[in-house]
């Protein structure tokens, strides 16, 4: 007779059937199964963690390939993760996105936890065993990604990396693009999204001016994973492409994962997560008012509107942009001196991305199949997009 692991590890592994191995797990003794069915999200999380995988991001995944309670068993188990550790041992932005999912321990003894879960969701055991079983399968899938914020309990987690980001001028820019998204005015939003990109493109070059004469010292380059929500998933990936671009950072997008990775320096990359989030407000806002009747007559006719739409705003914003950072040129008297920095920043940034990613393939470009989509999406861009007027 199979222990209680023994049962869960051949539900996995396909040994058995799932339908019997849920059968027999559910006649089995919950005093046996549940604790173990409890240490086994909590082992398959940690080891995700310890290979790359944030808890935002585990929850995120966890909810595209499942369900929400797939979600809530994450965030459990991120709970159970950090009580582990002392404060001084997690470092910050993983402890924020923790918090950010509201990551407590809301149950009594684990040995409890099932039953807590059937209570709380209102359901019976079995579907609690089913969920629990259904998110083990998930994360058996997972591969290990890039370490790229130390998990709690290593060494370097003790202390927070020193940041070089403005925290003045980020909250300006996240000002003027909430006065963009609020506004009903094409101009008025155009002028905000353009003060914000120029605001951007001015740091940047003011930053590598510092470094020009040697009043500061230059910083390393990071990467942080965006996420990329479905529907339209490339679509919105190739807006987050254009937006890291103009904003000098490059991104690899990894659509079976639903996240992009922009590499970059710290404000940069800051910049950009911000932009594209604004952006993709004002494009799904531009996109509702712009597209045909839906039903079921014309529901090829709207995906097909509004998978142009994306692409049509996707290509102008970048080109808007390009024009954005260009109205921040260089000054004359300094040009000289910038360009060779500026250069040397991006070659940091390439080297930093090659060695995260040695294969990178280029994507294909997204069918436009419909004309008033794309239209209607770079007439959408150029509402939006950033020029002052």
């Not at 965030?75 to 470092?91: E, N």
């Not at 799904?284 to 995906?303: F, I």
């Not at 692409?311 to 914003?317: E, Q």
Request: proline share 5%; aromatic share 6%; with cysteine.
């Amino acid at each position: 007779m199979r222990t209680a692991d023994e049962q869960i590890k051949a539900v996995l592994d396909g040994s058995v059937g799932y339908e019997r191995g849920l059968d027999a797990l559910t006649v089995a003794p919950a005093a046996d199964v549940d604790p173990a069915l409890f240490a086994a999200v909590r082992s398959a999380c940690s080891r995700l963690f310890e290979r790359g995988w944030q808890p935002g991001e585990l929850h995120r995944v966890a909810g595209r390939r499942g369900t929400v309670a797939h979600t809530q068993l994450v965030t459990d188990a991120v709970a159970t993760h950090l009580r582990q550790f002392k404060p001084a041992l997690v470092d910050p932005r993983w402890r924020a996105q923790a918090d950010a999912l509201g990551a407590t321990v809301w149950w009594g003894a684990d040995e409890r936890y099932l039953d807590g879960l059937a209570a709380r969701w209102r359901v019976d055991r079995v579907e609690v065993l089913d969920t629990v079983l259904v998110l083990l399968g998930i994360l058996r899938t997972l591969p290990p990604i890039e370490v790229l914020v130390p998990p709690p309990g290593t060494v370097q987690a003790a202390a927070a990396r020193p940041s070089n980001v403005d925290v003045r001028l980020l909250d300006r820019v996240r000002a003027l693009l909430a006065k963009a998204e609020s506004t009903t005015y094409p101009a008025e939003a155009e002028t905000y999204t353009a003060k914000a990109q120029e605001l951007v493109a001015r740091h940047s070059i003011d930053e590598a001016l510092l470094v020009a004469r040697g009043a500061a010292t230059d910083v390393v380059p990071f990467a942080r994973r965006i996420g990329v929500d479905h529907p339209y998933e490339s679509e919105k990936a190739a807006l987050l492409d254009a937006v890291a671009g103009a904003n000098r950072c490059h991104a690899v997008w990894s659509p079976e994962l639903g996240f992009a990775t922009v590499f970059g320096f710290d404000t940069d990359i800051d910049a950009v997560d911000l932009l594209h989030t604004s952006l993709l407000v004002q494009a799904n806002r531009a996109m509702s008012a712009a597209e045909p009747p839906g039903g079921k007559a014309g529901r090829a006719r709207l995906k097909t509107f509004r998978q142009s739409f994306l692409v049509g705003f996707a290509v102008r914003i970048g080109e808007r942009l390009s024009q954005a950072v260009a109205s921040a040129a260089l000054p004359p008297d300094t040009a000289s001196d910038l360009l060779p920095v500026l250069a040397a920043r991006d070659a940091q940034v390439r080297e930093t991305m090659e060695r995260v990613f040695p294969r990178t393939v280029r994507g294909r470009g997204t069918r436009v199949d419909s004309d008033e989509g794309w239209d209607s999406g770079r007439a959408a861009a150029d509402r939006a997009a950033l020029h002052r007027s």
